[in-house]
């Protein structure tokens, strides 16, 4: 971990920013994709110079460095994500920081869990459903084949969690086509859930992040490629 100087990080951000502006344009011109910049493996200090940069939206993959960099920043009107794996003793400690967006709800288990804490904090959070796209024993989320009878059941009996989409972690391969086919199927489990109401599907980390705008995503996690 460094501290990067404003220019160095300009010219990352510039670079994410044109990479994105190429990827959506192929999609359509009215393909408005979200850039949530991952700060897990950087300083304080840079994420507050990539606000001055103009970047408002920021991702951590542990409630306790969320917690940790949102009271740091508490000054600075920026949004909060969620995206890493939630350890059930650690859903108080999320809800009460009131992150604008839970990436990361894994399970059915979990969203009851969730839920059951949200009402008795009376309160409500925005939640992606995370998507296993390529069956991998490794990653946590559901089954493709699974995830539309997920997401409608978390929708029926999870009143307090407002499901806003889908998110997936493209598949751990250097073989892009599987990477895309991940993407794909996340992609079209998106599409028949926008009639239950889904507006994001979260797709696209550094590495592949323009494949997966180019399969349709319209918001990507971008850590190393802006902190570099
Ligand atoms: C770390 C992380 C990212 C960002 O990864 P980079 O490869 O550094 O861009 C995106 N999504 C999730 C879920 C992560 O844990």
């Known amino acids: 971990m460094a501290l990067l100087d404003k220019e160095h990080l300009r010219r990352n951000l510039d670079e994410v920013i044109w990479n994105i502006e190429k ?11 979200q850039l949530i910049a991952v700060g897990k ?9 990539l606000y001055a940069l103009g970047q408002r939206a ?5 409630v306790q460095q969320l917690k940790e960099r949102m009271g740091a920043l508490e000054e600075l009107p920026l949004e909060w994500h969620m995206i890493g794996s939630l350890q059930k003793n650690k859903i ?10 839970m990436q990361s709800l894994d399970s059915m288990n979990l969203a009851t869990e969730l839920n059951k804490k949200l009402v008795s904090k ?7 459903l995370q998507i296993n796209a390529a069956a991998e024993a490794k990653k946590s989320g559901v089954k493709p084949d699974e995830a539309f009878d997920i997401y409608q059941q978390i929708k029926e009996s999870c009143p307090h969690i407002n499901l806003k989409g889908v998110m997936t972690i493209g598949a751990h391969t250097k073989d892009e086509k599987r990477i895309q086919k991940s993407f794909e199927t996340t992609h079209n489990i998106y599409e028949k859930l926008k009639n239950e109401g889904a507006s994001i599907c979260s797709m696209g980390m550094s ?5 997966a705008i180019k399969c349709g995503s319209n918001l990507i996690r971008v850590g190393s490629s802006l902190f570099k």
Not at 58 to 62: D, H, L, S
């Open 92 to 101: 108080n400690n999320l809800i009460d920081l009131r992150p604008n967006l």
């Open 207 to 211: 590495s592949d992040y323009t494949l």
């Open 122 to 128: 009376e309160t409500k959070m925005n939640c992606l």
């Open 58 to 62: 920021f991702g951590e993959n542990q």
């Open 41 to 49: 493996y950087t300083e304080v200090d840079n994420i507050s110079t």
């Open 23 to 33: 990827a959506r344009i192929t999609v359509s011109e009215h393909h408005i994709v």
